[in-house]
């Protein structure tokens, strides 16, 4: 899927991601991290449970959302990643919009 190309970083870091250790390299965002690693799921649909990955990777979409040392909603896009990192991806129960109007004005 998506490789690393560039020289073999000597400055990697050790991530967790859902409670997984991964080497990556230092320089890197999360989400980055993420499709490196292997593992480009960030989140899941509430309607079928199918695995959405990162979209746009500069902040605009916000669909890569994760929690990332127990602070919920953090973009995985725009969040460098940092030794010792805590990454878990919220399951389809959070990535719901039960409780939004879709048709009310905002302020």
Not at 79 to 85: A, D, H, I, L, N
């Amino acid at each position: 899927m998506f490789v690393y190309r560039g020289r073999s970083p000597d400055n990697c870091v050790t991530i967790y991601i859902d409670d997984s250790a991964v080497l990556v390299p230092a320089a890197m965002s999360v989400a980055g991290a993420l499709l490196v690693s292997g593992q480009p799921v960030v989140r899941r649909t509430p309607v079928t449970g199918s695995g959405r990955s990162a979209w746009c990777l500069m902040g605009s979409c916000f669909d890569c959302l994760v929690d990332i040392d127990d602070v919920k909603g953090c973009q995985a896009c725009a969040t460098p990643v940092q030794e010792g990192m805590r990454i878990s991806r919220p399951g389809p129960e959070r990535c719901t919009t039960d409780n939004v109007d879709p048709w009310e004005a905002g302020p």
